[in-house]
């Protein structure tokens, strides 16, 4: 059982770190899954169920440490606070309502309509390695070829985005229900296409991992429990033990890597992100051809 300890301290160091960092944490997860599966049970399907929860739940505990480091642009402002902050406020989050739009749009009415059309939903249809492997190449050489020296800014604020580039960057947004295209890489993307500068585009993608995330928490929540209502299976305490220690440790290790990245994207590119997920989506590819030739 130590071995089961270990593996959710591993999920939850990769997603604190893969999470803010346009290089896909749900890529990530899947291929360190695909090699190294929880084993706590006997039961297949609980264990798959389980994991689908798990992967979502550690999501959740990196976006928990946003309120830690924004909790002043986060929260509502007090009663006493100047105008121009209360108008900032309304104005961030009313921008985060409308870029949230495109990705809910697609992640529950889309995914509802292909599983009742097809039997399975988009992540019974993606979620393997080699849709991760093309999707990382991809991207990266999207990184290489948009965020190059000498690109025309136009917006160094978030309260600068307008409601129709906040709709146009939800849209890229969307696309990362696609594995391995990374939710914050695809927010970021869109930014810099729109010519948002790297450190507000990483900002406002930080924002909308809030409600993007505890979306997706409470819809896989609500899946996973009534999967164990309706087939009366008991979640062993030890699950709930790993379902907690990835959570605080992506919360952990998130707090570091979103101030060190806002740090990094004022004076560096994203180039460097292009290109790691280049190579590592080409050993995945042909490690995934091989075995499939093998």
């Known amino acids: 059982m130590f071995f089961e300890w270990l ?17 896909s944490s749900t890529g990530h997860l899947i291929l360190l899954y ?4 929880f084993a706590f049970s006997k039961d297949p399907v609980l264990l798959s169920e389980f994991w689908e929860f798990f992967e979502v739940a ?3 505990g990196a976006v928990l440490a946003l309120p830690v480091l924004f909790y002043k642009e986060i929260f509502p402002p007090k009663k006493d606070a100047l105008a121009i902050e209360k108008a900032n406020w309304k104005k961030l989050w ?17 995914d509802k309509a292909l599983e009742h059309l097809t039997g399975k939903d988009l992540q019974g249809w993606l979620y393997r390695p080699v849709v991760v492997a093309v999707s ?23 309260e600068e985005i307008s409601g129709k580039k906040a709709f146009l960057i939800g849209g890229f947004q969307a696309l990362s229900l696609i ?53 009366q299976t008991v979640l062993p305490p030890v699950a709930w033990g790993l379902l907690l220690t990835g959570c605080l440790v992506s919360f952990v290790l998130s707090v570091c890597i979103i101030r060190l990245l806002l740090n990094f994207v004022k004076n560096h590119s994203f180039r460097v992100f292009g290109i790691y997920r280049i190579l590592l989506g080409g050993i995945v590819l042909l490690t995934s051809l091989w075995k499939g030739g093998s």
């Open 7 to 23: 593996k959710a301290i591993l999920y939850g160091l990769l997603e604190g770190v893969t999470e803010w960092l346009p290089i």
């Open 94 to 110: 009313g921008r985060v309502i409308v870029a949230s739009i495109p990705a809910a749009f697609a992640g529950i009415l889309f």
């Open 179 to 231: 594995p391995g295209t990374s939710r914050s890489g695809s927010t970021i993307l869109g930014g810099i296409t729109l010519g948002i500068d790297r450190a507000t585009a990483s900002k406002f993608s930080f924002f909308l991992a809030i409600p993007a995330i505890f979306g997706a928490s409470a819809i896989k929540a609500i899946g996973f429990f009534g999967y164990l209502q309706g087939s």
């Open 58 to 60: 550690v999501q959740l």
């Open 136 to 158: 990382l190449i991809l991207y990266g050489i999207a990184f290489l070829l948009f965020d190059r020296p000498g690109r025309t800014i136009a917006i160094e604020s978030v």
């Open 34 to 37: 695909d090699r190294l599966p």
